[in-house]
Nanobody, 115 residues
């Protein structure tokens, strides 16, 4: 069983920055895959950024060059640094981990970007 708890969301103006944190119940390096998804109102949940177990990162085209995913083994945490935020980044952001053939989700954190 894996628990994931997100934090760091909030309201920010366009062009601003936020850093999301995901506290995990085990080392993020133990996951087959770990990353961030988001879901805007009326839209499907989409991948934002992720790590594979080998350390490869993947980013949605819409966030490349603006968002950076990182992980900290000592703190059992995964982060998403979001810069140059746009109104279209407004969504609930979820931490996701794949571990031993199961997928786990956090409760989500709201990010709202005002124009």
């Amino acid at each position: 069983q894996v628990q994931l708890v997100e934090s760091g969301g909030g309201l920010v103006q366009a062009g601003g920055s936020l850093r999301l944190s995901c506290a995990a119940s085990r080392s993020p390096f133990s996951f087959n895959r770990v990353g961030w998804y988001r879901q805007a109102p009326g839209k499907q949940r989409e991948l934002v950024a992720s790590f594979t177990s080998g350390g490869t990162t993947n980013y949605a085209d819409s966030v490349k060059g603006r968002f950076t995913i990182s992980r900290d083994n000592a703190k059992n945490a995964v982060y998403l640094q979001m810069n140059s935020l746009k109104p279209e980044d407004t969504a609930v952001y979820y931490c996701n981990a794949a571990y031993q053939w199961s997928a786990y989700w956090g409760q989500g954190t709201q990010v709202t970007v005002s124009s």
